[in-house]
């Protein structure tokens, strides 16, 4: 089976760990392992793998001893476990952290590039902004260009990874140029990245509000009564106006800004089932 370093979901893991186990005549079964780990309950194991229930805090590190895994395999699935069950975006972010910076691996979620990419608003924004902006090598000037302003030591930092990232490419004429005119996200960039830079945006939303006039922002917000089929049918039309806007963007000409687009759609109430 893959080492466990290739693994994002520590429950696939176990549930391949206990396949490959049986398959080379190993008598590991779910309530052997769950009795090795301590757990009264027969079932308990099988409840974990199937996402019914998680694993006590103390007994993850019984867990990943009964698995008989290596000194750095136990630390990785302690620690994949830990990011997994973690109640706060906050904790979970830090454990991305040590996942990404800990190990040697080729699971997306831990991928440090694409971590990195969406840890900053601003990375994203140098890179809209070179669709149009003739840069050839002046940090100032580019970091100039930015509401709120960053630094030169930013806009570089921004150029250096954009560049390792091969989504900016210098060409002969001195001139940094994109290497393609719209990219997206896709399902490889985990969520954590995602809500880090959702995070940021959102705070350049409160700014923007509070310091550009009308005419400069276009801001709107909806409180909706709807059933889960309306609701569902409202995602769809966001969905679609993504897709708009993107399209917008690949065949525009004559550009000359970068703008930030938000869309939020979430629960104020709690639904019948919850009540």
């Not at 840890?119 to 260009?145: C, E, H, I, M, T």
């Not at 960039?189 to 995602?194: I, N």
């Not at 409160?206 to 709107?220: C, F, G, N, V």
Request: include cysteine; charge should be positive.
């Amino acid at each position: 089976m893959k080492p466990v370093f290739d693994y994002s979901d520590y429950r696939v893991f176990l549930s391949d760990y206990l396949s490959s186990a049986r398959s080379r005549g190993v008598p590991l079964t779910y309530e052997e392992l769950g009795r090795r780990v301590g757990f009264t309950s027969k079932g308990f194991v099988t409840q974990i793998i199937q996402g019914k229930c998680k694993i006590p805090r103390d007994k993850i590190r019984p867990f990943a001893q009964a698995l008989e895994l290596k000194k750095k395999e136990r630390e990785f699935f302690e620690l994949l476990v830990l990011f997994d069950q973690a109640k706060t975006h906050r904790a979970k972010n830090e454990y991305f952290k040590k996942l990404a910076s800990g190990f040697k691996t080729r699971m997306h979620p831990v991928g440090p590039d694409k971590y990195d990419f969406y840890s900053a608003w601003y990375y994203s924004a140098v890179r809209s902004l070179l669709s149009y902006y003739p840069f050839n090598g002046d940090y100032k000037k580019l970091a100039q260009q930015f509401s709120p302003a960053i630094t030169p030591g930013q806009a570089k930092k921004a150029i250096d990874l954009l560049e390792r990232l091969s989504l900016i490419v210098k060409k002969e004429d001195g001139y940094y140029h994109l290497t393609d005119r719209i990219i997206s996200t896709g399902d490889s960039v985990d969520s954590v990245a995602l809500i880090n830079f959702q995070q940021a945006t959102m705070d350049l939303a409160k700014e923007a509000l509070e310091q550009l006039p009308r005419e400069r922002r276009d801001s709107s917000t909806l409180t909706l009564g709807l059933s889960r089929e309306g609701y569902r049918a409202a995602v769809t039309k966001i969905a679609t106006l993504r897709k708009d806007l993107l399209d917008i963007a690949r065949f525009d000409r004559n550009i000359d800004r970068v703008i930030q687009v938000n869309l939020h759609a979430f629960p104020l109430t709690k639904n019948s089932r919850e009540r």
